[in-house]
Nanobody, 124 residues
Framework: QVQLVESGGGLVQAGGSLRLSCAAS????????LGWFRHAPGKEREFVAC????????STADSVKGRFTISRDNAKNTVNLQMNSLKPEDTAVYYC?????????????????WGQGTQVTVSS
C-alpha cells in the first residue's frame, strides 16, 4: 500500500521559513517523480513544484520561484520543500504527490498517489 505522509506545516509570520517533508512508502521511490501542490480556500488546487525521478529536472511555479526549493533524498524516500520569504498568500494546505512515469509534471492529474496534506498558515 502506497503512503505519502507530509509534515512540517504550521503557523509562521510573513517573511519566515518552513520546510515541508513528505515520507513515502510502498513504492519504488527512486523511479517516481514527486510534486508539491497547494489548495487554499476558495481557490483551485495549484501546482507548486516538482522534481523528476533522477532529480535532474525540476520545475517551480512562477508564484514561488526564487523562494521555494524542492529536493529529494532517495536514500530516505523523502521529498522536501524549503519555503523561504513566506507571504500570506502562501497560506494553504500543501500536498505531496507521486507520478509513476518519473517525469516532472505541473498538472495534478498526471500524479498517481497523494498525501493527506499539511496546513501552512502565514500571518501578516
Amino acid at each position: 500500500q502506497v503512503q505519502l505522509v507530509e509534515s512540517g506545516g504550521g503557523l509562521v509570520q510573513a517573511g519566515g521559513s518552513l520546510r515541508l517533508s513528505c515520507a513515502a512508502s510502498g513504492l519504488t521511490f527512486s523511479s517516481y517523480a514527486l510534486g508539491w501542490f497547494r489548495h487554499a480556500p476558495g481557490k483551485e488546487r495549484e501546482f507548486v513544484a516538482c522534481i523528476s525521478w533522477s532529480g535532474n529536472s525540476r520545475s517551480t511555479a512562477d508564484s514561488v520561484k526564487g523562494r521555494f526549493t524542492i529536493s529529494r533524498d532517495n536514500a530516505k524516500n523523502t521529498v522536501n520543500l524549503q519555503m523561504n520569504s513566506l507571504k500570506p498568500e502562501d497560506t494553504a494546505v500543501y500536498y505531496c504527490a507521486a507520478a509513476r512515469d518519473g517525469s516532472c509534471h505541473p498538472r495534478f492529474y498526471e500524479y498517481d498517489y497523494w498525501g493527506q496534506g499539511t496546513q501552512v498558515t502565514v500571518s501578516s
